[in-house]
C-alpha cells in the first residue's frame, strides 16, 4: 500500500466510481493485486501498487446464479478463481483470459489455494453439500478428492504446512467442525459438535495447531489439531 495514514478507495470508472454491491474480496499473497465481486457477477482486479484497475470480468448470467460468493488468487497470482450461484471458474490475472468452468448445481461459498496450487472449493445448496480439491496446474482443472457431504460447508481453512483441513458444516438441525488430514485421506475427519447454533468462520494459528472459530452471538472458540 502507499505509505499514507488515509483509507485507500478502489473503485471502477467505468461504473460511477462504485463497485457496486460487493459480496467477495481477495488478496493475492505477494500483497500486490487484489479482487472484488459483485452482486451482478462481475470480478475487478487492481494493481495495489499503481492504484490501477486492470481487470473487470463479466458472467454473461442472471445476476441470481452468478453473484460472486468467494475470491482466491492462486500462490504465484497468475489465476484467480471465482466462486458463484452455480459453480466455479478462472481466470488468467496477466491477460484477462477466463481460463475455465466448472458448473457445479450450487453456491460456491469458500475457496482456498494449497501452497502447491491445489485449490479447495466448499458449498452446497445447503444438500448435497460439497468439498472438493482441485488440480488447476492444466488447461482444464481435474477433480483430486471429493468428500460426500448432506450439510453445507460455510466455511473452511488451510492449515500452513497444507495437511490439515478445517471446515464449518452447517445443516438443518446440526452444525460442526471438522478437521480432515489429508496425509490420511481415507480417514474419518474429526468432528467438534458447534457450541453455538450458527457458525461463520474458521482459521488456523500460524503453527497449524490450534482452530479458531466465532459464531452467532460472539461465541468464540479454540480447538487443539
Known amino acids: 500500500f502507499p505509505e499514507t495514514d488515509e483509507v485507500q478507495r478502489m ?19 505477494d500483497g500486490r493485486l487484489a479482487a472484488a465481486g459483485n452482486r451482478a ?10 492504484q490501477r484497475l486492470l481487470h473487470t470480468f463479466h458472467q454473461e448470467k442472471e445476476p441470481a446464479d452468478f453473484l460472486v460468493c468467494s475470491l482466491a488468487f492462486s500462490p504465484n497470482a497468475s489465476q484467480l478463481a471465482a466462486g458463484n450461484g452455480e459453480g466455479l471458474a478462472a481466470w488468467d490475472v496477466v491477460s484477462g483470459r477466463k481460463l475455465w468452468a466448472v458448473p457445479r448445481g450450487g453456491p460456491v461459498m469458500e475457496l482456498r489455494y494449497f501452497a502447491d496450487g491445489l485449490l479447495v472449493e466448499g458449498g452446497g445448496d445447503p444438500s448435497p453439500g ?7 496446474t492444466g488447461e482444464e482443472p481435474e477433480l483430486v478428492k471429493e468428500w460426500p457431504h448432506d450439510r453445507m ?5 488451510v492449515s ?10 452447517n445443516g438443518s438441525d446440526t452444525n460442526s467442525i471438522c478437521l480432515y488430514d489429508l496425509k490420511a485421506p481415507h480417514t474419518a475427519p474429526r468432528v467438534w459438535p ?14 497449524g495447531q490450534t482452530l479458531l472459530t466465532a459464531g452467532l452471538g460472539w461465541h468464540i472458540h479454540m480447538y487443539s489439531v
Open 160 to 169: 500452513p504446512d497444507g495437511r490439515h483441513l478445517a471446515t464449518i458444516e
Open 194 to 207: 458447534a457450541e453455538t447454533m450458527l457458525i461463520f468462520a474458521v482459521s488456523f494459528s500460524d503453527d
Open 130 to 136: 460439497r468439498l472438493r480439491i482441485w488440480n488447476t
Open 11 to 29: 473503485s471502477d470508472d467505468q461504473d460511477d466510481g462504485e463497485v457496486r454491491g460487493a459480496t467477495a474480496v481477495a488478496f493475492s499473497a
Open 153 to 157: 460447508i460455510w466455511s473452511l481453512a
Open 41 to 50: 457477477g462481475n470480478i475487478l482486479v487492481w494493481d495495489i501498487s499503481k
